[in-house]
Antibody, heavy 122, light 107 residues
Framework: QVQLQESGPGLVKPSQTLSLTCTVSGGSISSAGYYWTWIRQHPGKGLEWIAH???????YYNPSLKSRVTISVDTSKNQFSLKLSSVTAADTAVYYCAAAYYSDSGGYVDYWGQGTLVTVSS | DIQMTQSPSSLSASVGDRVTITCRAS??????LNWYQQKAGKAPKLLIF???SLQTGVPSRFSGSGSGTDFTLTISSLQPEDFASYYCQQSYSTPWTFGQGTKVEIK
């Protein structure tokens, strides 16, 4: 059973960079077909896909955030990370790391981290 | 981006009721449509993938249908543990997009 755990600061100052890491356990981040994913949820709102990364390093970004987002993977540590620069209060959200599986049936998230609330405030 | 529109945004139902939630895509997405359930303070949980395939371990009272632009999630007999929010999500193209959610409340 794959488990994911987010870690990182819960409070970030405006204009700074939000940095989160997701540690994967119970499975390999190099597993074929799995794309490692960040999704966020603004308080009381819906879900927003941020980015995917494959273990090989291929990346896919939401164009609405692409200029500020970097996703990376560290296969030696079984971790992947998110950096979001120049944050504002609008980036306050619960950030989820997740494992998305792609097959002939399309892609879907079958494993989620518990989520971590990141607040942007001075 | 492909826009996903769910209806209704919320509904009130009783235990044992049949509940139907619809999701419409702004363009054809074939069957690349998933449904998730989210309870308060928890991460979403995958219920249905590829429009109609039941995720392992999900009760059979949940079912999904549709293709192209129109999709449906049905709960055949609502149980107390089903009161939650439900989201559709398309994986036809990136950026993946979600519906705005449907909150199922106790009547």
């Amino acid at each position: 059973q794959v488990q994911l755990q987010e870690s990182g600061p819960g409070l970030v100052k405006p204009s700074q960079t939000l940095s989160l890491t997701c540690t994967v356990s119970g499975g390999s981040i190099s597993s074929a077909g799995y794309y490692w994913t960040w999704i966020r949820q603004h308080p009381g709102k819906g879900l927003e896909w941020i980015a995917h990364i494959y273990y090989s390093g291929s990346t896919y970004y939401n164009p609405s955030l692409k200029s500020r987002v970097t996703i990376s993977v560290d296969t030696s540590k079984n971790q992947f990370s998110l950096k979001l620069s120049s944050v504002t209060a609008a980036d306050t959200a619960v950030y989820y790391c997740a494992a998305a599986y792609y097959s002939d049936s399309g892609g879907y998230v079958d494993y989620w981290g518990q989520g971590t609330l990141v607040t942007v405030s001075s | 981006d492909i826009q996903m529109t769910q209806s209704p945004s919320s509904l009130s139902a009783s235990v044992g009721d049949r509940v139907t939630i619809t999701c419409r895509a702004s363009q054809s997405i074939s069957n690349y449509l998933n449904w998730y359930q989210q309870k308060a303070g928890k991460a979403p949980k995958l219920l249905i993938f590829a429009a109609s395939s039941l995720q392992t371990g999900v009760p059979s009272r949940f079912s999904g249908s549709g293709s192209g632009t129109d999709f449906t999630l049905t709960i055949s007999s609502l149980q107390p543990e089903d009161f939650a929010s439900y989201y559709c999500q398309q994986s036809y193209s990136t950026p993946w997009t979600f519906g705005q959610g449907t909150k199922v409340e106790i009547k």
